[in-house]
């Protein structure tokens, strides 16, 4: 069975710091791309960030763009989220899921349960 497990999740003060980790039992990282998504309560699902399978390429949201860095360890098949100063507004679950490529309009059945962020004071 298909397994995407988030972990790195909790609270932290505005201006902190976490690292989400994505581990995966298949989609290999050569092959597969990996992304970060979140949603918050009342919110539309916002596509975070992604690294390509190719050539370990990078996109982010504007509105994480120059906090938030997307890596891979292609021998644990893990990505990894470094969030850095963090602010209230990015408070929501986040999700890793798997697709071919990072452009895809469609991510498919496979993703992690979640793992909630939650930046307050």
């Known amino acids: 069975q298909v397994q995407l497990v988030e972990s790195g999740g909790g609270l932290v003060q505005p201006g902190g710091s976490l690292r989400l980790s994505c581990a995966a039992s298949?989609?290999?990282?050569?092959?597969?791309?990996r992304g970060w998504f979140r949603q918050a309560p009342g919110k539309e699902r916002e596509k975070v960030s992604c690294?390509?399978?190719?050539?370990?390429?990078?996109y982010y949201a504007d509105s994480v763009k120059g906090r938030f860095t997307i890596s891979r360890d292609m021998a644990k098949n893990t990505v990894y989220l470094q969030m850095n100063s963090l602010k209230p507004e990015d408070t929501a679950v986040y999700y890793c899921?798997?697709?071919?490529?990072?452009?895809?309009?469609?991510?498919?059945?496979?993703w992690g349960p979640g793992t909630q962020v939650t930046v307050s004071s």
């Open positions: 298949e989609f290999t990282l050569d092959y597969y791309a």
């Open positions: 899921a798997t697709s071919r490529m990072c452009g895809d309009s469609d991510w498919g059945d496979y």
């Open positions: 690294i390509s399978s190719s050539d370990g390429s990078t």
